[in-house]
T-cell receptor, first 115, second 113 residues
């Protein structure tokens, strides 16, 4: 069975500090991709970062980095130098190559950046 | 502008009245998908399509139908809506069977009374 678990329903971080949002996954597929999306209060889904299961290095995109630990099946999102505009829901997602190309999303983490 | 469009954005209807939510993308994407978002449950995939005339069930397909007659369009059909289908619906698209990001539509908020 494929599953994404986000255990932090809500998180707070001080502006300019770094924050880590946790994501663990379960899959029997040897080849898969991991994604993080941001959903601000306006409702749209914004792609942030992607990590492939065979990528040797952790993905980075600006202030976002993905801490990929394959043996632990974790794909945590690290946001450095938090900004007020980072306040949003964050979703971790997975897509497997051999599991019918279904996408699986976690339940999300609500991040609030405190000035 | 590259985008995924959905219509309507908001819809209030009554139980049993058939409805269709349209989804269209202008990026020539092969993969299209429908999700519903409910509080505390995240996004759950309803149906997806790898290409024209190819559709597959996601995690929560019951009560929904889809079709993919053209590459750009992927309508979601609720033949007999029920109150438990009240939700926020997203259409998304991406390039083929690889690990590309999905582009999401703006969402359709559906209320079934």
């Amino acid at each position: 069975a494929q599953k994404i678990t986000q255990t932090q329903p809500g998180m707070f971080v001080q502006e300019k500090e770094a924050v880590t949002l946790d994501c663990t996954y379960d899959t029997s597929d040897p080849s898969y991709g991991l994604f993080w999306y941001k959903q601000p209060s306006s409702g749209e889904m914004i792609f942030l970062i992607y990590q492939g299961s065979y990528d040797q290095q952790n993905a980075t995109e600006g202030r976002y980095s993905l801490n990929f630990q394959k043996a632990r099946k974790s794909a945590n999102l690290v946001i450095s130098a938090s900004q007020l505009g980072d306040s949003a829901m964050y979703f971790c997602a997975m897509r497997g190559m051999n599991t019918g190309n279904q996408f699986y999303f976690g339940t999300g983490t609500s991040l609030t950046v405190i000035p | 502008e590259a985008q995924v469009t959905q219509n309507p954005r908001y819809l209030i209807t009554v139980t049993g009245k058939k409805l269709t939510v349209t989804c269209s993308q202008n990026m020539n994407h092969e993969y299209m998908s429908w999700y519903r978002q409910d509080p505390g449950l995240g996004l759950r995939q309803i149906y997806y399509s790898m290409n024209v005339e190819v559709t597959d069930k996601g995690d929560v397909p019951e009560g929904y139908k889809v079709s993919r007659k053209e590459k750009r369009n992927f309508p979601l059909i609720l033949e007999s809506p029920s109150p438990n289908q009240t939700s926020l619906y997203f259409c998304a698209s991406s390039y083929g069977a690889s690990y590309n990001e999905q582009f999401f539509g703006p969402g359709t908020r559906l209320t079934v009374l």
